[in-house]
């Protein structure tokens, strides 16, 4: 079984260290008008839910969401600090330097406090120097300003202090050593970053052939650290580098041929300190080269009767029977020899062995990762809580390579749970759209019933019916068509005249009916002549209504016609759902490939680890072997002399 | 060979000894690194595919299934927490339930913080809803406590937004649930 993990991405545990607490207080309300109390944007709003419990994933993919979809109002640049921030703790160094830049870069005009935009360069630094990126590490912590820092949050500033310090050690420019000093002179001498620094710049000095600096500065560190007991820091800390200070000073004794002085400072380790083993190899030596192999081989003893698993260990055996030649008791050396050689020939088998198995599954049960409900657990700055089973592994899981390419592969394993898991909500999707689609069907097939209902083309033609009759009546200017009802109602009224008078004899009883017929005829005429202009006006009128009415009616239905007849919404959704399943599937291509590189990087290192180790012992192998001859030699002489002399 | 190896003992000891007390956080293996830098930027940009691809997922999933016409969000607010530590919440609308939760101490202290949970997403058409929460929790002199807020709406063509808001009374020492319409 490989580095596998159950959860997707999304539910990728945190721990809420420094970096996150940063993270928080800068999310959270601050005395400043460009962060608001409460959540102004309910996407925003979100977003901190995810982020406060450290679902940088899910947050990063809502700020996308909401970059999509318009941005978040209200919150000034804090998104986009927070953007970064996220990016930082989950790993994405370079985008996040990018977004900070931007952010708070002298040209950004941000708003936000310059005691933020400190601690952001500062993170940001940190994370480059944790990757080894000096020169962009350089670049970010320079960019802090100390006394700001300092009155924010002394303790970043001490790490600040010391993080530059190292910076300027490692540099090129480094030799005169004043802005070093310089440094140096802004922390305590007891504090724990001065001590590590002391430490760090002992071990530089012995590198470049300085051993008297180097054993100068050591017996200062060891000086003050014996001094200081009532310490902020944690005793284990201090102890840790007293004896990490103690063994290298003893390690330039040895070098020098200072037996005494290694042998009293070595003597000055507690036995049952996490250096005791070394120590007390170390004092073997010393022993050794003082002339007092007694001691020299009461310690190797001791040494041998514990587990040979720790790498520098593997030069007990030989030591041992190494002291015994030279106590001049070479019955007891021969045989040493000999185990050690067995020792050796057996432990470069048993490596032949590991590096011929050596596979990500082998390598992932050497280790022991600190998980709780929701998987893995992981510091601020996505490095895996992890511990060896195999103690022989702890150097190369104490490399910062290594402990990044071992987060990064868990990051890829997360990415692809996470394709894993896309991949399989296609399908639903797929469903939803049918869905959508027979629901959509439905509701065209009522439609189109109610639009049958209105009888649409019946009016229309009624509406043409109308027009033409107009149209005639406007040409042929026939005015008795413009009537109004009442002048309709007088001229059927008078229809009725005429025709009774019609069936009335024409003579004088008649006349005078007739006449006042002709009057009221001949005003009614002259009465519809008159209105004619102010009919068809009304009448006009009444039909450019109707007219837009129609129009209305026409294009309402000609819209739902459209909506009806236009499938491109569903053919949308259903191209972007082929758009993102080939998308999704090259990333996952992608991933794959990636995971082999990380895969291979991984077990690279291990295997780079395990051909020095059995290098280093094919050494003691023949050295044993050579060792065992001469000896052999020796005493088959010594026995050829004395049955010489017996004779 | 052995005789070179004797002489040298003590001097390659101490060159192994010197070797694991190397500087703190210090980097040696150079090939490692490059290759490692290599891994990392492809992990990165990998990174940044994954994100901009679960966007547009999450884009298409609403979409489908909450097109914005009939969507209904209802987001929950803690203000301070100080006379209510959040339990659980129930949500009804319009008589159903459609939303329950049990808080964890993580959660509760990302609302306290300032977040907004997004309680429930669902549709509804057009018209008249109501909509209740019920929120339990420990109260002051910490009891246990329940309260229940109800908000009546209209729900026209857009998305419809809604708050659950948690917040301290200081006029009378007691936690007050509403429910706020977002415009």
């Not at chain 1, 509701?443 to 009888?455: F, G, M």
């Not at chain 1, 569903?570 to 991933?591: D, F, P, Q, V, W």
């Not at chain 2, 290759?35 to 990392?40: F, K, L, M, P």
């Amino acid at each position: 079984m490989g580095l596998k993990v159950s959860q997707p991405p999304r539910r990728r545990p945190v721990l809420f260290t420094a970096l996150l607490l940063w993270l928080m207080m800068i999310a959270s309300a601050q005395a400043d008008e460009t962060q608001p109390d409460r959540a102004r944007d309910l996407r925003y709003g979100w977003i901190l839910y995810e982020y406060h419990q450290g679902n940088a994933f899910d947050a990063l993919t809502q700020l996308a969401v909401a970059r999509e979809q318009g941005g978040i109002e209200g919150h000034g640049d804090h998104p986009a600090l927070v953007e970064g921030g996220l990016m930082l703790s989950w790993g994405m160094t370079r985008e996040a330097s990018s977004v900070f830049t931007e952010l708070l870069g002298t040209d950004g005009g941000s708003t936000l406090p310059l005691n933020v935009r400190n601690q952001a360069w500062f993170y940001l630094g940190k994370v480059f120097y944790l990757e080894g990126n000096h020169a962009r590490a350089s670049e970010n912590l320079e960019r802090v300003d100390g006394d700001i820092l300092a009155a924010a949050n002394h303790d970043l500033f001490r790490e600040w202090v010391y993080l530059r310090a190292r910076l300027a050690t490692m540099s090129s420019e480094f030799g005169n050593g004043l802005e070093l000093t310089s440094l140096q002179g802004l922390l305590e001498d007891t504090d724990i970053w001065s001590l590590y620094l002391r430490y760090n710049s002992a071990v530089s000095a012995r590198d470049t052939g300085n051993a008297v600096a180097a054993e100068a500065e050591l017996q200062a560190l060891i000086a003050i650290l014996d001094e200081s007991t009532d310490s902020d820091e944690p005793e284990a800390e201090r102890e840790g580098l007293l004896g990490r200070a103690r063994l290298s000073l003893a390690g330039l004794y040895l070098r020098d041929g200072q037996f005494e002085a290694a042998l009293e400072t070595l003597g000055a380790m507690p036995l049952n300190g996490v250096f005791a083993d070394q120590a007390l190899f170390d004092y073997a030596v010393a022993a050794a080269g003082q002339g007092r192999p007694q001691r020299a081989l009461d310690a190797l003893e001791t040494l041998s009767g514990r587990d040979l698993f720790l790498p520098w260990r593997q030069q007990v055996p030989y030591a041992r029977a190494y002291v015994l030649e030279q106590m001049n008791r070479p019955q007891h050396a021969l045989p040493a020899f000999r185990q050690a050689a067995d020792h050796y020939e057996a432990r470069i088998e048993e490596l032949n062995g590991i590096r011929s198995r050596l596979s990500e599954e082998n390598l992932m049960a050497q280790l022991d990762f600190r998980r709780d409900s929701e998987g893995i657990l992981t510091d601020s700055y996505g490095r895996l809580r992890v511990q060896p089973v195999d103690f022989g592994m702890a150097e190369v899981l104490a490399s910062e390579t290594f402990q990044q390419a071992l987060a990064e592969l868990n990051e890829l394993y997360r990415m692809q749970s996470f394709i894993a898991e896309r991949q399989s909500r296609f399908e639903a999707f797929r469903t939803m759209l049918e869905t959508r689609e027979q629901q959509r069907q439905i509701r065209i097939a009522q439609t189109r019933r109610a639009l049958d209902s209105q009888q649409a083309e019946q009016w229309q033609q009624l509406h043409h019916a109308f027009r033409e009759k107009i149209a005639t009546a406007l040409s042929e200017e026939d005015a008795g068509f413009f009537m109004t009802s009442k002048q309709k109602a007088l001229r059927n009224k008078l229809d009725e005249v005429a025709e009774t008078l019609a069936g009335l004899p024409d003579d004088a009883t008649t006349a005078s009916q007739r006449a006042t017929y002709q009057s009221m005829r001949a005003y009614f005429d002259w009465w519809i002549a008159d209105d004619y202009g102010v009919n068809r006006w009304a009448t006009q009128k009444q039909l450019r209504e109707l007219d837009r009415e129609m129009e209305h009616f026409q294009t309402q239905r000609q819209q739902v016609e459209t909506l009806m007849a236009d499938g491109a919404g569903h053919a949308e959704l259903a191209r972007r759902i082929s758009t993102s399943e080939r998308e999704l599937a090259t990333l996952g291509e992608e991933i794959s490939v990636a995971l082999g590189n990380a895969r291979h990087g991984l077990l690279s290192q291990v295997d780079r680890m395990l051909v020095a180790r059995q290098e280093e012992l094919k050494g003691y192998l023949l050295a044993s072997r050579h060792a065992q001859a001469r000896l052999a030699d020796q005493l088959f002489s010594a026995s050829q002399s004395a049955g010489v002399g017996d004779e | 060979m052995a005789t070179c190896l004797i002489i040298r003992f003590p001097m390659l000891l101490s060159a192994l000894l010197l070797g694991f007390t190397a500087p703190v956080f210090a980097q040696t293996n150079t090939e490692g690194e490059s290759n490692h830098t290599a891994v990392a930027e492809q992990v990165e940009a990998l990174k940044k595919k994954v994100i901009r691809l679960n966007r547009d997922l999450f884009i298409l999933e609403e979409d489908l299934l909450f097109p914005a016409n009939t969507q209904v969000a209802v987001f929950l607010s803690v203000d301070t927490g100080k006379f209510l530590k959040l339990d659980a919440v129930k949500l009804k609308v319009n008589d159903d339930i459609v939303a329950s939760h049990l808080y964890t101490e993580r959660q509760v202290t990302a609302l306290e913080r300032g977040g907004m949970q997004r309680l429930y997403v669902g549709n509804l058409k057009t018209g008249p809803h109501q909509i209740t929460a019920f929120v339990e929790g420990i109260g002051p002199d910490q009891r246990p406590y329940k309260q229940a807020a109800s908000l009546e709406f209209e729900k026209d063509t857009g998305t419809a937004a809604l708050e659950v808001r948690v917040q301290d009374r200081s006029s009378n020492y007691q936690p007050s649930v509403s429910i706020v319409e977002w415009e």
